[in-house]
């Protein structure tokens, strides 16, 4: 039976898993190591797959990359977050060690296909996602396919600029969306990790100043994953996948009224 390879690469951890006929059936998750780049991580992913060959005949493999991928020359533009990854030739790098066709595009668009096909975004057209993590994104679904625009950054929200006069972001811009409350700049600004519920209002707040009128999407957060009664959990919204409406009038600064919580996973 044929099997399919998911790979998803981020700045604080990669993971892979493989599917048979829609379902999970194995799932592998190790650290990023940021400094090695994909010259330590690419090793991993081969023999991390190569080993689950002996029990499956994977006949393709799709990549989730968290950062900026030009699409259509299947191509990685850069990391903010990891090392080395800057014009990375890493679907053929794949493709030599998987002996797999092999596809990829930024990881928030793969979220919305998913969430859009299979999720808690069924039925919604358009749909936006967005991912808080290590850094923040967004992917946009319609009419069962991803809106890319110009240079694959449609939904690119992470480095729109909220704050004019805020801190640099590693993109090398200010107030960058990504910059005021990703993962990464929460812990470190604040010395605390990222996943205390006390950084939910503010991450919503500032989410709310993007939104616009009558847009419906979903919100997922899986930013520095930690040990919980023994299981994998997302620390920022535990498990929790939600669905946001924006209310029928401008988001007021500091108002939490434009996303409402609709349901979790």
């Known amino acids: 039976m044929t099997a399919t390879l ?23 998750t190790r650290p990023t190591d940021r400094a090695g780049g994909p010259k330590a991580m ?17 006949g393709r493999c799709g990549v989730g990359f968290g950062g900026p991928v030009d699409f259509a020359s299947q191509r990685v533009v850069l990391s903010t977050h990891v090392e080395g990854w800057g014009d ?48 923040i994104g967004g992917g946009i679904v319609t009419r069962g396919d991803v809106l890319r625009g110009a240079d694959s950054y449609a939904g690119e929200i992470g480095h729109l600029t909220i704050r004019p006069d805020g801190p640099q972001c590693l993109c090398g811009w200010y107030g960058c969306f990504e910059r005021l409350c990703c993962g990464l700049w929460l812990e470190r600004d604040h010395g605390q990790p990222a996943w205390l519920p006390q950084f939910l209002p503010k991450v919503l707040d500032l989410a709310a100043l993007a939104s ?10 899986s930013s520095h994953s930690h040990e919980e009664n023994g299981a994998q959990a997302s620390p920022l919204f535990p498990h929790l996948c939600y669905r946001f409406a924006a209310a029928p009038r401008r988001a007021r600064p500091g108002g939490t009224g434009v996303l409402r919580p609709h349901g979790s996973l």
């Open 88 to 135: 990375f030739p890493l679907v053929p790098s794949l493709q030599a060690g998987l002996g797999l066709p092999v596809v990829m595009d930024n990881d928030a668009n793969v979220g919305a296909l998913g969430e859009a096909f299979y999720g808690a975004g069924r039925g919604c057209d358009p749909l936006f996602y967005m991912t808080l993590s290590t850094g």
């Open 212 to 221: 616009y009128p009558g847009q419906r999407g979903v919100l997922r957060g």
């Open 42 to 58: 690419i090793p991993q992913i081969v023999a991390i797959a190569r080993h689950w060959q002996r029990d499956f005949a994977f």
């Open 6 to 28: 998911a790979i998803d690469i981020g700045g604080t951890k990669f993971s892979l898993a493989a599917f048979v006929d829609g379902a999970m059936v194995r799932r592998a």
